[in-house]
């Protein structure tokens, strides 16, 4: 079973930055595809950004393109989200989630997800 294992959340002011992880673990050709989402309080569920583990290939929201940044290191089995420029529009559970079908890249439908970690930007 793949497991998913998200870190780095925290309080942050408008303008700083945070780095979150995900450590994966489990049979990796089900992990094709790995991405990040986000829910705000009251909000569905959103795409935020994913990448093809083997080709890194990147895709963005235009909420958070040009200010976050997706990365994996396949020697560590980690997924990061390097967040810079942080807004309060930003404040919300932020899930890793991977997926066999690299086809899924903005779909809320991966077929693993982590247990989230909170991210909260003051004003």
């Known amino acids: 079973q793949v497991q998913l294992d998200e870190s780095g959340g925290g309080l942050v002011q408008a303008g700083g930055s945070l780095r979150l992880s995900c450590q994966a673990s489990?049979?990796?050709?089900?992990?094709?595809?790995m991405g990040w989402f986000r829910q705000a309080p009251g909000k569905e569920r959103e795409f935020v950004a994913s990448?093809?583990?083997?080709?890194?290939?990147?895709y963005y929201a235009d909420s958070v393109k040009g200010r976050f940044a997706i990365s994996y290191d396949n020697t560590k089995d980690t997924l990061y989200l390097q967040m810079n420029s942080l807004k309060p529009e930003d404040t919300a559970v932020y899930y890793c989630?991977?997926?066999?079908?690299?086809?899924?890249?903005?779909?809320?439908?991966?077929?693993?997800w982590g247990q989230g970690t909170q991210v909260t930007v003051s004003s």
């Open positions: 989630a991977t997926d066999p079908k690299i086809s899924n890249y903005n779909s809320s439908t991966y077929a693993f």
């Open positions: 990448i093809t583990r083997t080709s890194f290939t990147t």
């Open positions: 489990g049979r990796t050709f089900n992990r094709n595809l």
